[in-house]
């Protein structure tokens, strides 16, 4: 008889392979797999999906995959593998497109704050292909947002960060009241405080740029907000199917 959580050995050992192969193995081939920004010219249409296979660290995949495991295993025994694999997924994609659109606003925001200061397209494609930008603009503009406009174009998202937290909303709402202890709480927390917490905690770092390392915070309230609205949404169809 397979394991009822046999799914998530499976997206385990996929991650592992890929991450050993990338970051030990050397295989360049997969940095495609990656998620970039759409108009830089390494973007392809599959990112969106195989970004969740690739993280950028073990503390990363670590990390992800102790959450998977101990989050997702309820899940995918209550709902059965096919519905489980299928919100995964969802969250994973959903993630990487509230992601994408944060950072396609914020792109947006900064290179109109270049044109409003006299700078034409070509300037533009010289500071994105070459790093190159003149003191005037450094100055005008300021060097941290020229900073955060190249790595919104040049560096590229990995990780299944969207997906676990997607995962999370998931086992908070059908488990509210299970208890969770963790080495910073000095008392175990329930699941219906702790994920809108870190959640929270997403957003403001996401809007606030006060993020320590390089997290893609939005990515993480991407999947939690892609997450509510899918079970909200299959609720409240359970419920109508019932009252008919």
């Not at 969106?48 to 990363?60: Q, V």
């Not at 005008?140 to 190249?150: S, T, Y």
């Not at 174009?153 to 299970?178: C, D, E, K, R, W």
């Not at 740029?209 to 949404?233: D, E, P, Q």
């Given at each position: 008889?397979?394991a009822?959580?046999q799914?998530i050995?499976?997206?385990m050992?996929?991650n592992?392979?890929?991450?050993?192969?990338?970051?030990?193995?050397?295989v360049?081939e997969?940095?495609?797999?990656?998620?970039?920004f759409?108009l830089?010219?390494?973007?392809?249409?599959?990112?969106?999906?195989?970004h969740?296979?690739?993280?950028?660290?073990?503390?990363?995949?670590?990390f992800?995959?102790?959450a998977?495991?101990?989050?997702?295993?309820?899940?995918?025994?209550?709902?059965?593998?096919?519905?489980?694999?299928?919100?995964?997924?969802?969250?994973?994609i959903?993630?990487?497109?509230?992601?994408?659109?944060a950072?396609?606003?914020?792109?947006?925001?900064?290179?109109?704050?270049i044109?409003?200061?006299g700078?034409?397209?070509?300037?533009i494609?010289?500071?994105?292909?070459?790093?190159?930008?003149?003191?005037?603009l450094?100055?005008a503009?300021?060097?941290?947002?020229?900073?955060?406009?190249?790595?919104?174009?040049?560096?590229p998202?990995v990780?299944?960060?969207?997906?676990?937290?997607?995962?999370?909303?998931?086992?908070?709402?059908?488990?509210?009241?299970a208890?969770?202890?963790?080495?910073?709480?000095?008392?175990?927390i329930s699941?219906?405080?702790?994920?809108?917490?870190i959640?929270?905690?997403?957003?403001f770092?996401?809007v606030?740029?006060?993020?320590i390392?390089n997290?893609a915070h939005?990515?993480?309230?991407?999947?939690?907000?892609?997450a509510?609205?899918?079970?909200l949404?299959?609720?409240?169809?359970q419920?109508?199917?019932?009252?008919?």
């Amino acid at each position: 008889m397979p394991a009822r959580n046999q799914s998530i050995i499976y997206l385990m050992a996929i991650n592992a392979v890929i991450f050993i192969l990338s970051e030990f193995a050397n295989v360049t081939e997969l940095q495609s797999l990656a998620l970039y920004f759409p108009l830089n010219d390494q973007f392809q249409i599959w990112q969106p999906f195989t970004h969740m296979f690739m993280h950028g660290s073990i503390a990363h995949i670590l990390f992800n995959m102790f959450a998977l495991w101990s989050f997702g295993t309820p899940l995918e025994q209550t709902w059965q593998t096919p519905k489980f694999l299928l919100f995964y997924f969802a969250t994973g994609i959903g993630a990487a497109a509230i992601y994408t659109l944060a950072n396609y606003y914020q792109f947006n925001m900064i290179i109109n704050e270049i044109m409003a200061l006299g700078y034409g397209s070509s300037h533009i494609d010289a500071i994105l292909s070459q790093g190159m930008a003149d003191q005037n603009l450094i100055t005008a503009l300021g060097k941290d947002r020229l900073i955060e406009l190249m790595a919104i174009y040049h560096t590229p998202a990995v990780g299944a960060s969207g997906a676990i937290y997607g995962v999370l909303v998931a086992f908070a709402m059908q488990y509210p009241n299970a208890k969770l202890s963790l080495i910073f709480l000095p008392v175990p927390i329930s699941t219906k405080y702790f994920v809108p917490l870190i959640i929270l905690g997403d957003l403001f770092f996401g809007v606030t740029k006060y993020s320590i390392g390089n997290i893609a915070h939005f990515a993480h309230v991407g999947g939690a907000l892609t997450a509510l609205i899918i079970m909200l949404v299959v609720k409240n169809t359970q419920r109508n199917f019932k009252v008919r």
